[in-house]
């Protein structure tokens, strides 16, 4: 449960970031390692590689950095529509790793969004954070339901302009109801925003300005095969 002084607090920063973080078991260190897995291993991409190679490998790296970190844990492996999340040991909370726009973790005063359309898999994940409440933000008044857990993104951002990466962790919304929510959504709405602090990129074996492809990520929404 995030602590009762932050259930108002739409947006954290600072040492609130730590307080919010350690609420639910984590630190930004458990994050921002994740993310910096993923830029090491994109920064090895050459020229020679596919054009979506470095927004693929930047993604897989730091979703696996992520659910190897927190399986240590006792976090939970899940690949609803073959979405990869992990899922805290109470079945509370579901971390899913997501490309951010420019915006991610800049500043509570400027909303981010995701880079692209997100598929059906993440739009379905949202809308059950509509349907389940909002009980993981405020005190708690029974039981959590393990069985619909609160959807987070991990969103990231690696600055082509800045020897940096930004990223925050950002509980998002749908915009309309669920009869008009299309299947493909770029999100940029959020009820909670953790800022996580930016990390500095120039002792890391990468370029310094890496291949700017605007088409590199990779959605992986995927149907499966009866």
Request: hydrophobic share 40%; aromatic share 6%.
């Amino acid at each position: 449960m995030i602590p009762e002084q932050l259930a108002d607090a739409r947006c954290t920063t600072d040492q609130q970031t730590v307080a919010a973080l350690e609420a639910v078991g984590l630190t930004a260190e458990d994050l921002t390692s994740a993310v910096a897995a993923g830029v090491r291993a994109a920064g090895r991409i050459t020229a020679d590689h596919p054009v979506t190679a470095p927004g693929f490998t930047l993604w897989s790296e730091t979703v696996a950095h992520l659910r190897h970190t927190l399986g240590e844990r006792g976090w939970k492996r899940v690949n609803p529509g073959n979405s990869p999340q992990v899922v805290s040991p109470d079945g509370r909370i579901a971390l899913m790793p997501v490309r951010g726009n420019h915006a991610t973790g800049v500043s509570p005063d400027v909303e981010p969004s995701t880079f692209r359309h997100r598929g059906p898999a993440t739009v379905d994940a949202v809308r059950r954070n509509a349907q389940t409440g909002l009980s993981l933000l405020t005190p708690e008044t029974g039981p959590a339901d393990a069985a619909t857990p609160h959807t987070w993104f991990l969103l990231y951002h690696w600055f082509e302009d800045s020897p940096e990466f930004r990223a925050e962790l950002s509980l998002p919304l749908l915009s309309g109801s669920s009869d008009d929510e299309p299947e493909a959504v770029v999100f940029s709405r959020w009820r909670r925003r953790i800022l996580l602090p930016p990390v500095n990129t120039s002792d890391f074996e990468v370029p310094m300005n890496p291949r700017r492809h605007d088409e590199d990520d990779v959605a992986f929404d995927i149907d499966e095969i009866a």
